[in-house]
Every structure is written in C-alpha cells, then in structure tokens.
C-alpha cells in the first residue's frame, strides 16, 4: 500500500493541477462510455476528480496517474451509477459468436482466423462513432476490458486493478470481447483495415 503523503493545501492543489487535470479530456471519454452516452457522464467525471481530490496524498508520484483515476472513476461509476441505471438492451453473445465464425468461414483472409481485433486500429478509431456504437452493444463482462487495454491503453494489471479481477480473467475476458466487437463491427471493421492479431491473450 501507498504510504500516505504529507502536503499542505497549497501544495496538494498545485500538483494536483499540474497532475491530474491534464487527463481531464480522456476521462470525460471514459465516462461517456462507462454511462453508454447518458447525461450522467460529466456528474460521473466531476465525483471522480472530487474524490481524487480528496485522497490525493494516497497516489504516488511517478506511477500512472491515468490508471489511478480510471480506478476511482470505475468505483465511483459501480456504487453510485451503475445500480441506480435501467440496464441496457445488448447484443446475443451467441449471434456474435455465430456471426463470427461465419464471418472465418467465409473469409479468405487468414490472418483473421485468431479473431481479435487489431489493438492499433482500435486504438487509432476509439473516437470513432461506429465502434462506440458497437462497443456499447456488448454485455459489461467483455466490453469493459477492451475498454480499459484497447481503448483506454491500460496494461492486463491496471485493467484488472481497474475492474477488481484477477489477471487472468481480464486476458480471457479480453480475448472473447474482441471476438465479439469484431462480429459487431463486421463489414465496417473490414473496410477500417481491422486486422486479426496473432497475439496470444489466453
């Protein structure tokens, strides 16, 4: 554990600043997804910097402060949104996943047979509105992790720091998601030049 900084206000204020407020942009994206577009979003960002505020003398200097926050704002958004919000109507993971294998069936692109989307192409398309859309259909279970490492560019360990799981499960986890969003995309990934990793995540 962190041990616990000493700073005086006029301190803790100017570091924070200079710290945290830089990432305000990528949190407010996050949140926006966490919420699936809801007007809860900015109420979601404001809690998450408030809190952070708060116990700003628990982060220690020199590690990510990114990950730090998506960590706050993933309780924040479990305790006081997410129960309190009427679940979203999702896709079939089983469609997706028959949808997907037809998609290998028919295909004569290889190196599509491991079924992950490309991580460099969905990093370089997280703005775009088309795979929003096709992210938010996805069940939390799996759209979260490609949330956190595809999207967001956390590590395996500060994805499963972020949703309180075990390593393991955030890789499974990922590895199914990226199966299913690529099924989503479907002739949309293909004409982004999505591409099939031949990265090993299981």
Known sequence: ???KRDLDSEAKR??????ALPFLATLYNTAHRLTR???DAGDLVQDTYLRAFR???????????RAWLLTIMYSVFINHYHKSRRQPVTVSIDELEDRFEQYLESSDDSSVASGLVDVGAMHAARMNPEVD????QLPDDFRLPVLFVDVEGLSYEEAAEVLRCPVGT????LYRGRRLLFAALKEYA???GFRGSRRSDT
């Open 133 to 136: 859309t096709a992210l938010r």
């Open 1 to 3: 554990m962190t041990p």
């Open 14 to 19: 100017a570091e924070f600043e200079a710290t």
């Open 37 to 39: 577009g809801s007007d």
């Open 55 to 65: 116990t700003f003398e628990n982060f220690a200097p020199g590690t990510n402060c």
């Open 190 to 192: 293909t004409s982004m």
């Open 170 to 173: 955030i890789r499974s986890r």
